[in-house]
């Protein structure tokens, strides 16, 4: 039987045919996956760099271009484009095997060329260099892959937006090896998490006929390249062309993923877009799939902090998972309404009674600080009771006393922690009396219900957005399995930490020292959006939730496009009628509304933007209301979490609105929760902008917003 691979640019490009002439590629592709005769419908081309590359007749109008085994049944899938291009693109690029990795490379020798008389020329005025040999010795770039034909190229680099020109010019890997030294990364690293991961895919060469030397670089080439068993699994890869995550794991995703067992719990970290989501969804796959086959369903828990976040994680298990039986061993659930299904149980069903609108409970942490006359504002009193009281699972006012407050910058004597606690009894004793529990207080008590019974009613447990919980869940979480190999498998990013909760993993008994991957590789959003929404966080470096510090050194994209668009207005209906144009020249560009998204920081705002592209004959409907089909979507910045658009507007983001003034802590009050409030604030607006996969504008009427200082009056690069 042939092997057949296929590219990713090959699934891109087949995306965005009509779908007669999807139909059509399949047709005659099929052959291919069938072995039957694929060979005789192949083209050679004259004056090409190299004779393997072959093209294949779809339509009049449409060619394939397949790369073809010298000897052996093996045949790679590259690009689907006009009869023209087509041949023009097959004369000028050539396939190789990576040195380090011996994956499949494509490099395209014309512009190889061209580009190296540029940078020569170059040179003569420009004598820094990116890559100096002092600094990155010969043996050393190729160890890491970069072959000696590209070596000459690279000397001539002088900074990095000159090897950002080149990126559809050099070889893939190659170009990931030098972007990631360019952007901070040491050889060492490149080698553990590019060239090694890439190498580890090796076993799977076992799958090529002996001797085919095309079929086994294939299948060295995780992330780029999917190797295709047969007609049925082509058609399956094809009908779904834009949910290529499910087909292309990079090998340093592919690795965290399907790492056999880990002997404890372990974690996956990367900035927005570097598919820690797709690694959580394919790890409880892989879970799901070596379980015992006594294992009852369900038994693998995928878990976020929010419904809307859950009900995205279901719909990807649906599109990932084919087999019912594997499938049915994984639920999905948010954290908060699995502990509220154990309380419930625990209490004979009835539902309880919660309290979750926050300016309530302010509220009544306000009358109760005037009844007991004490000098503590609502804000203060309520973010102790939560950063530690319920974080610290602190139950009597010895505890109190002794306990480490650890993020919050007042101090507090004896004397003043005591009249803390006389606030928190009496807060607590009137939710009792009033049979009321918050979010959180549900989640202790799950936990205290598990612990008590000894019930652990999951094997495994994968969370995504591991950021945003609270110690009480992650208490929960912890009762939920019992420790031992493959436990926990965690998937966050603190740079988008929205709700402000800080966590010592290890403190409470998740231990991830040793079995902690991180991912730098964005492969959501372009490099021009990406490192423009970095600058907004001007030197941040939050916590990683196990007492270090998350960083973002080499993160990058290998994606390019246009530079965000900002634009201040002066008045409110001026920045909805700018809006409004800008989103009829999206669709007329030919972006569907459903691929648009709308940002903003009060709902309210949202509504008023709906109704204005409403009038202008563009559909559109609010996230959470109810409403779905097509139409632009528009939410506020926290329920933009977990999404993506191609095009994104983040609107009305001035001054005293982001950040919201009622979302900060007073300085006065406490001066260090006061930044860790503001570092929530400039991580929404962060999360938000990183939505958009290929355009965004972010807009304001009045001042701006102070977060956009950076990229409004600084570089814009």
């Known amino acids: 039987m042939a092997t057949l691979g296929m590219h990713r640019d090959f699934l891109m490009e087949f995306a965005a045919?009509?779908?007669?002439?999807?139909?059509?590629?399949?047709?005659?592709?099929?052959?291919?996956?069938?072995?039957?005769?694929?060979?005789?419908?192949?083209?050679?081309?004259?004056?090409?760099k190299d004779p393997r590359l072959r093209?294949?007749?779809?339509?009049?109008?449409?060619?394939?271009?397949?790369?073809?085994?010298?000897?052996?049944?093996?045949?790679?899938?590259?690009?689907?484009?006009?009869?023209?291009?087509?041949?023009?693109?097959?004369?000028?690029?050539?396939?190789?095997?990576?040195?380090?990795?011996?994956?499949?490379?494509?490099?395209?020798?014309?512009?190889?060329?061209?580009?190296?008389?540029?940078?020569?020329?170059?040179?003569?005025?420009?004598?820094?260099?990116?890559?100096?040999?002092?600094?990155?010795?010969?043996?050393?770039?190729?160890?890491?892959?970069?072959?000696?034909?590209?070596?000459?190229?690279?000397?001539?680099?002088?900074d990095e937006a000159h090897l950002e020109a080149l990126h559809k010019v050099l070889p893939e890997q190659q170009y990931d090896v030098l972007l990631g030294l360019a952007t901070g990364m040491k050889p060492e690293e490149i080698d553990r998490e590019l060239v090694q991961a890439y190498a580890r895919t090796a076993v799977e060469s076992a799958r090529a006929s002996e001797g085919d030397e095309l079929g086994a670089a294939m299948a060295r080439s995780r992330g780029r390249i999917a190797l295709v068993s047969g007609a049925d699994e082509l058609l399956e890869i094809l009908q779904r062309p834009f949910d290529a995550w499910r087909v292309f794991l990079h090998p340093s995703q592919y690795r965290v993923a399907y790492q056999e067992s880990y002997a404890g719990s372990a974690r996956v970290t990367g900035g927005p877009g570097t598919g820690k989501t797709v690694v959580a969804l394919h790890r409880a796959y892989h879970l799901a799939r070596h379980l015992p086959a006594d294992a009852p369903d369900g038994c693998v828990l995928l878990t976020t902090y929010t419904k809307d976040l859950a009900a995205e994680l279901q719909r990807c298990i649906e599109l990932l998972i084919m087999e019912d039986a594997v499938r049915a061993k994984i639920r999905v659930v948010n954290v908060d309404a699995l502990a509220n299904e154990i309380v419930r149980a625990d209490r004979g069903g009835a539902p309880l009674k919660l309290v979750f609108d926050q300016k309530e409970i302010t509220a009544r942490w306000a009358r109760i600080?005037?009844?007991?006359?004490?000098?503590?504002?609502?804000?203060?009193?309520?973010?102790?009771?939560?950063?530690?009281?319920?974080?610290?699972?602190?139950?009597?006012?010895?505890?109190?006393?002794?306990?480490?407050?650890?993020?919050?910058?007042?101090?507090?004597?004896?004397?003043?922690?005591?009249?803390?606690?006389?606030a928190v009894s009496a807060f607590e004793e009137q939710l009792r009396q009033a049979g009321e529990l918050t979010f959180l207080q549900v989640c202790a008590e799950a936990a205290r219900v598990l612990d008590g019974s000894g019930e652990r009613p999951f094997r495994h447990v994968v969370v995504d957005e591991a950021q945003d919980l609270h110690p009480a869940q992650w208490r929960f979480l912890r009762a939920l399995v019992g420790s031992g190999a493959d436990d926990l498998f965690l998937a966050g990013d603190t740079h988008q930490r929205i709700y402000g909760n800080r966590v010592s993993l290890r403190s409470l008994g998740v231990e991830v020292v040793g079995r902690s991957y991180r991912l730098r590789v964005n492969y959501r959003?372009?490099?021009?959006?990406?490192?423009?929404?970095?600058?907004?966080?001007?030197?941040?470096?939050?916590?990683?939730?196990?007492?270090?510090?998350?960083?973002?050194?080499?993160?990058?994209?290998?994606?390019?496009?246009?530079?965000?668009?900002?634009?201040?207005?002066?008045?409110?209906?001026?920045?909805?009628?700018?809006?409004?144009?800008?989103?009829?020249?999206?669709?007329?560009?030919?972006?569907?509304t459903e691929h648009i998204g709308i940002a903003v920081r009060f709902i309210q705002f949202g509504r008023d933007i709906a109704k204005a592209l409403e009038r202008a004959g563009i559909p559109a409907f609010v996230l959470g209301a109810g409403r779905g089909g097509a139409g632009v979507r528009i939410g506020t910045m926290h329920r933009m979490k977990g999404l993506e658009f191609r095009c994104v507007a983040v609107a009305g983001v001035m001054d005293g609105?982001?950040?919201?003034?009622?979302?900060?802590?007073?300085?006065?009050?406490?001066?260090?929760?006061?930044?860790?409030?503001?570092?929530?604030?400039?991580?929404?607006?962060?999360?938000?902008?990183?939505?958009?996969?290929?355009?965004?504008?972010?807009?304001?009427?009045?001042?701006?917003?102070?977060?956009?200082?950076?990229?409004?009056s600084g570089p814009r690069d």
């Open 369 to 422: 600080a005037r009844r007991l006359n004490l000098d503590f504002t609502d804000v203060f009193l309520d973010q102790e009771w939560r950063h530690v009281v319920l974080a610290h699972a602190v139950a009597t006012p010895e505890e109190y006393l002794k306990v480490l407050r650890t993020g919050r910058g007042s101090g507090l004597g004896p004397l003043k922690r005591l009249q803390v606690w006389r």
């Open 525 to 592: 959003t372009t490099q021009e959006i990406l490192a423009w929404s970095t600058a907004l966080l001007t030197g941040e470096k939050p916590d990683d939730m196990d007492d270090g510090k998350e960083t973002l050194a080499g993160y990058r994209s290998t994606m390019h496009g246009e530079r965000p668009e900002t634009a201040g207005h002066v008045s409110k209906p001026e920045e909805m009628a700018a809006l409004v144009a800008q989103v009829e020249k999206w669709t007329a560009s030919g972006v569907d």
């Open 55 to 158: 093209t294949i007749r779809i339509t009049d109008f449409w060619r394939g271009v397949v790369l073809k085994a010298e000897s052996g049944d093996s045949y790679l899938l590259l690009k689907v484009l006009p009869h023209d291009k087509a041949n023009d693109w097959a004369a000028k690029h050539r396939a190789s095997v990576n040195e380090a990795t011996q994956g499949i490379e494509i490099r395209n020798d014309v512009a190889l060329e061209r580009a190296t008389a540029g940078l020569r020329a170059l040179a003569a005025d420009e004598p820094s260099r990116l890559f100096p040999t002092a600094e990155y010795p010969d043996k050393v770039l190729r160890s890491l892959g970069v072959d000696k034909e590209i070596l000459p190229i690279i000397r001539l680099v002088p």
């Open 657 to 712: 609105t982001v950040p919201m003034k009622s979302a900060v802590t007073p300085v006065d009050v406490d001066a260090q929760q006061h930044q860790e409030d503001v570092n929530s604030e400039l991580s929404v607006l962060f999360v938000a902008c990183t939505r958009a996969r290929e355009a965004l504008r972010v807009s304001w009427h009045g001042t701006p917003s102070p977060f956009l200082a950076p990229v409004i």
């Open 17 to 48: 045919l009509e779908k007669p002439v999807q139909k059509r590629v399949f047709e005659v592709f099929e052959k291919f996956a069938a072995a039957t005769h694929a060979g005789l419908h192949l083209e050679k081309l004259t004056h090409q």
